[in-house]
């Protein structure tokens, strides 16, 4: 999992998660953005589907990151277990 925040000194975390979904072994990495910066409809809309969550810093509690990291590495072992053992896994 990768806590990530957008506003960064040599590449800017758009850019840093365009590369890692080109990269088939990073592809799936679970990343979580945590950052001040207020997003635009279309700085949203370039993360869907690119990253498990976007949480604005100084608007959630600390309760609300480790619920999200822990619902984003569970669905992610669901995965894994899936592509090992076949769909069955994790239906109930």
Do not use: C
């Not at 990495?29 to 990253?51: C, F, M, Q, S």
Request: neutral net charge.
């Amino acid at each position: 999992m990768i806590l990530l925040d957008l506003m960064m000194p040599e590449m800017d975390g758009f850019q840093l998660v365009d590369e890692l979904r080109k990269q088939p072994d990073w592809r799936d990495i679970p990343i979580v953005v945590v950052t001040a910066k207020d997003l635009t409809p279309e700085e949203r809309l370039r993360l869907n589907g690119h990253v498990g969550i976007v949480l604005q810093k100084g608007a959630y509690q600390s309760e609300e990151l480790l619920r999200e990291t822990g619902r984003l590495v569970a669905g992610r072992i669901r995965k894994q277990a899936q592509k090992l053992v076949g769909p069955a896994i994790g239906q109930s």
